[in-house]
């Protein structure tokens, strides 16, 4: 990792677990124009750096666009990209349909994976999409929305990336949920604070939630020993 200049701090690290968090406000002003309001943020990764900073492109896909990310991987959900992907059904007890599909080349444009359509509109209900993007292989899961333009954006996802380079391996995943129920005023005055984020987290597992108690001892303030206040003795008369 050395020689991967934004992650040269991680390298000297002695530490190989982080968690970077983050709180953002997202105002839908139409499918092409999304606003995106940085609030709040808990980065335990050193001097706050970004570990594969390409997953976070993955967390907007746009699923029934020409393009998935960006202007790169293919969507197999668009009806041009139809020619490149080879898809099978099977209908579920529930009505709905489970579509497979794979990609007809080689070609690192396109993706594998399978998905939940809803029988009746053809609505992707969830998908799971797995491929290779800026040298990074990732599994990339979703569950969609399911009234108006919120049907065509994910309210849950999930994805998982690894990076190899020169026999360094770096693996990573952010889970994104766009339901809050306990929303943060936009008129917070500290991005790093790691109280607020308590209100507003995702639940954590063991590994992540070891991590942050890790990070908190490390930037809690200590009390010098010398500043103690030392009680007088009392003695007897």
């Known amino acids: 990792l050395l020689a991967v200049p934004t992650l040269y701090e991680v390298a000297h690290d002695k530490s190989r ?6 709180y953002d406000k997202i105002i839908f002003k139409g499918l ?11 980065n335990t990764i050193p001097h706050r ?13 746009k699923l029934y666009e020409p393009t998935l990310i960006d202007d790169y991987l293919l969507s197999p959900f668009n009806r041009q990209n139809k020619k490149l992907y080879r898809y ?18 080689g070609n690192t444009q396109l993706m594998k994976g ?13 998908a799971e999409l797995r491929g290779e993007h800026d040298m990074i292989r990732f599994r990339l899961m979703l569950d969609m929305g399911k009234e108006g333009i919120l049907s065509l954006i994910p309210y849950s996802c999930k994805v998982d990336g690894k990076f190899t380079f020169l026999g360094n391996k770096l693996s990573g995943n952010y889970i994104v949920d766009l339901r809050t129920t306990n929303p943060l005023t936009d008129s917070i005055t500290e991005n790093n ?10 639940p954590l597992n063991t590994r992540e939630q070891a991590v942050i108690d890790q990070y908190t001892e490390r930037v809690t303030p200590k009390i010098p020993q010398d500043s103690l206040e030392i009680q007088p003795k009392k003695h007897k008369e």
């Open 88 to 105: 099978k059904t099977y209908e579920q007890a529930d009505g709905n349909i489970k579509m497979v599909f794979v990609p007809k080349t």
């Open 49 to 61: 750096r970004k570990a594969l900073p390409t997953l976070l492109k993955f967390i907007t896909p």
């Open 193 to 202: 604070h790691l109280e607020l984020m308590t209100k507003v987290r995702l």
């Open 17 to 22: 677990l982080f968690s970077r968090e983050f």
């Open 32 to 42: 092409h124009n999304i606003d995106v309001q940085h609030l709040l943020e808990v």
């Open 114 to 126: 399978a998905a939940i359509i809803d029988k009746e509109t053809g609505r992707v209900i969830q």
